[in-house]
């Protein structure tokens, strides 16, 4: 693809263990050295492998989508999905390739209540056909009551829990019913039958029967940690750590430094700041680290089937994203290079999801679009790099599509090789019992 996609911007609104489990599940592309070299076999016989390019009707001018993101704000409030949100970048571009005319319109709210009200009407003043809200956080629920009142859809791929969602939006994330039920199999499969669960300002802690909870207050994480240790001391054997990703990851180089426990994250951990915080606060990356998610991620290319193949063609137009030395962020403050190795599939397929309701609709009216999403289905013939998404109600994705998540530091090898050193964790699903 020769042309850039443009970009605007809102004006005012500033193991080892791992690896042979991936293998002993028939994945390939195992090395030891973590170079990634070995490309993936061909689609099986009689199925042609999914295209990058995606292809969409005739709609007449622009498709304008929304982005809103956070690059500040308290912990919990979205600053953590800035980097994340860059998998839109790749709808983007391999829609554009298909033959739409996409046009990705950036707000930043800074994790301020009012900002992101100001973005939602800026946003729609600005014709977009929706909002992915590639952010999180209490200071979205009056931005998403207005986003209601001007009757623009907005679409949640990082949402923690759908209940009490405006009309018109809808979560594409783990419900919070298949998170508990997540973290329970986690636990199962971790044989723990005494769990602690640490819990922290600004993220949902999930409900575990029978746990004891240690709040992770103003004392910081060395309280928790010291609490942590007192309750081993008195049987826990595993630990939930419900916190956001930087906080998550620190209180795990805490409990580390304790025992030598299994640990059970909620999906903050598949937020690159978890990895970044751990590493900085000294911990393991290689330890026993599980979360829950749908498997959507690096290793997902390394699977057989059609599966694999969406992953795949996602993973190679981002390459040609990181590839094209005018391709900026979204922001536009700098190469889209520097964010390749952190842009996920779940803001890719929210953007595709839009697209594909104005596709439905017919029309880039937003109100069109609303009414489009309602009761749609999505799956991978329509370009979804993840599993399907159905919008009969306010959350979008099966519970079916949620697993149990092992991290590994192997690097599949399907992202550009990152200049910095930092270590990056890739999570795989596990079959569970139960």
Known sequence: MTRPPRRATVPGLPGLAGLALVCALGLTACTDDGAGEEERPDAAPGRAPAPVALDVADLDGPVRVGVLVSTAGAPGEGSDLALP?????????????????????????????????????????????????????????????????????????????????SAGAWSTAPSASAVDAGVAAALRSAGSTAPLVVAGAGARTPTVPGARTVTLGTAGTGAAVDAVEQAVADGADAVVVAAPAQAQGEVVAGVQAVDDLPLVLTPHALRPAFTTALTDAGGATNGDLRTVGPDAGDTTTLAAGEEGDRAAAYFAALRQAADDPDQQDLLGTGPFAARAGDADLASHDAVVALVRAAEEAGSTAAGDVVAALDGLALDGGSGLAGPPLVFDDAEALDDADVHVLVGTTQDPGVRPRPVDPAVRLAWFAVPVDG
Do not use: K, M
């Open 85 to 165: 949100a860059h998998g839109a970048i790749v709808a983007e571009r391999r829609l554009d390739a298909g033959g739409a005319d996409v046009e990705l319109v950036v707000a930043d709210d800074r994790g301020d209540a009012d900002e992101a009200r100001r973005a939602v009407a800026e946003l729609a003043e600005a014709g977009v056909v929706g909002v992915v809200a590639a952010t999180t956080g209490t200071h979205l629920a009056a931005a998403l009551d207005d986003a209601a009142a001007l009757d623009v859809p907005v679409l949640l791929p990082y949402a923690e829990d759908a209940a009490g969602l």
